[in-house]
Each structure stands twice: as structure tokens, then as C-alpha cells.
T-cell receptor
Framework: SQQGEEDPQALSIQEGENATMNCSYKTSINNLQWYRQNSGRGLVHLILIRSNEREKHSGRLRVTLDTSKKSSSLLITASRAADTASYFCATEETSGSRLTFGEGTQLTVNP | GAGVSQSPRYKVAKRGQDVALRCDPISGHVSLFWYQQALGQGPEFLTYFQNEAQLDKSGLPSDRFFAERPEGSVSTLKIQRTQQEDSAVYLC????????????????????FGPGTRLTVL
């Protein structure tokens, strides 16, 4: 079963705009990770934020984590057409090392 | 360096056939995971190995699914008597560290995914 819920399910923006995706989860976690998946390809790890962290940056990516609300957001700034992909959040629960994924957000960046 | 590789990339099987899917993790990675991804969904956990030990197989959907990692490196996911509902992409991931379950709490690390095997059962 999938723990996370992501919204929106689909997002279409113009190149240069920012994209924000949200993820909610249900259990206690060690960390939350964001992955990208291009159509027909494997998952590419983007960023990991630990449960004792509130915000993390990596290049054009900014991730926030609010453990009190059990939610996270991924912000992609100055989007590019190459950012078009599905984005998944995944949580590593305190009970074990497996990742539990959300259903993903399909991002389309129009040139 | 080389990432996680999986073979075959695509597999078409007739219902009732047995299939074997291979995963070559990143060299030296202790942990290996299998996930199943249905079309339009996020991946779902199947099973987890720490070296050659299968520590968690709670995600395997039925006893037709069997995974092994006999030498703590390459892993094989076998599906017996395939059914149409087995059609999915099967993803393998590896990570460097292990989950110790120690008093200090589990160690965490990034999981690196392979490209997946797309299984279609006719």
C-alpha cells in the first residue's frame, strides 16, 4: 500500500516558472526522499531530507519537511523543458529501511 | 562508476510461464531492494536483502514470487506461473549501508535504482 499522497497529480507550467509539488504521509519517518522518473526510465534520486531537518537545497531544488503536519514540498525554480518528468516522494519509516512511495506528480514544462 | 543494472529490460511472457529477472547492484552495496511499479503508480516494496540475507519479504504479493541473492551481490527475482496482474515494471535498488536495527536506530542511505524490467504477461 502507498503511504504518500502527492498533489497535484499533474502540473503544467511554462519554462522559467517555478514548480511546487506537495507530499503528505502517515507514519513516523527517518527521512523523506524525492525521485524523478522520465517516461520508461528508472528512478533518479534528487534529494534526501532527514526527519530532524526542515529545509534543504540542491541546485534549483528546495525541499521542506514539516513533521508535525507530516508533509513535504519540492520546489523546482526556473524550470526547464528537461524537467518534464514524474516526481515521487518516498518515505523511509522508522520501522525499517524500505521506501514507501507516493503516487507521483506528472510535471510538464512547456518550452 | 557503474550504476545498478537490470536484465532483461523487457520481457513478454505467456500466462503460466516462469520468469527470472536479474539485478546487478552497485559493487560493494550491502542492501538490495526489489519494487514493483504498476502503470501510472508509484513503486511498491517487494523485498529487501542485507548481503545474502533476505530480511524482509513482506511485500511479495504471493508465494509465486521468490527472490534470492546467494552471494550477497547479484539478485534474481523469480515469478512462477505468471498471471496478467503481474504485468508491471520491476525495479531493483541498492544502497551502501545497512539497517542495523541497533539501539542507535537504523542507518539510512540513498537507494540507487536500476532502469527496471518491464514485464508484460499475455
Amino acid at each position: 500500500s502507498q503511504q504518500g499522497e502527492e498533489d497535484p497529480q499533474a502540473l503544467s507550467i511554462q519554462e522559467g516558472e517555478n514548480a511546487t509539488m506537495n507530499c503528505s504521509y502517515k507514519t513516523s519517518i527517518n527521512n523523506l526522499q524525492w525521485y524523478r522518473q522520465n517516461s520508461g526510465r528508472g528512478l533518479v534520486h534528487l534529494i534526501l531530507i532527514r526527519s530532524n531537518e526542515r529545509e534543504k537545497h540542491s541546485g534549483r531544488l528546495r525541499v521542506t519537511l514539516d513533521t508535525s503536519k507530516k508533509s513535504s514540498s519540492l520546489l523546482i525554480t526556473a524550470s526547464r523543458a528537461a524537467d518534464t518528468a514524474s516526481y515521487f516522494c518516498a518515505t523511509e519509516e522508522t520501522s525499517g529501511s524500505r521506501l514507501t512511495f507516493g503516487e507521483g506528480t506528472q510535471l510538464t514544462v512547456n518550452p | 562508476g557503474a550504476g545498478v543494472s537490470q536484465s532483461p529490460r523487457y520481457k513478454v511472457a505467456k500466462r503460466g510461464q516462469d520468469v527470472a529477472l536479474r539485478c546487478d547492484p552497485i559493487s560493494g552495496h550491502v542492501s538490495l531492494f526489489w519494487y514493483q511499479q504498476a502503470l501510472g503508480q508509484g513503486p511498491e516494496f517487494l523485498t529487501y536483502f542485507q548481503n545474502e540475507a533476505q530480511l524482509d519479504k513482506s511485500g511479495l504479493p504471493s508465494d509465486r514470487f521468490f527472490a534470492e541473492r546467494p552471494e550477497g551481490s547479484v539478485s534474481t527475482l523469480k515469478i512462477q506461473r505468471t498471471q496478467q496482474e503481474d504485468s508491471a515494471v520491476y525495479l531493483c535498488a541498492s544502497s551502501l549501508l545497512d539497517w542495523t536495527g541497533s539501539l542507535a536506530g537504523p542507518l539510512t542511505d540513498t537507494q540507487y535504482f536500476g532502469p527496471g524490467t518491464r514485464l508484460t504477461v499475455l
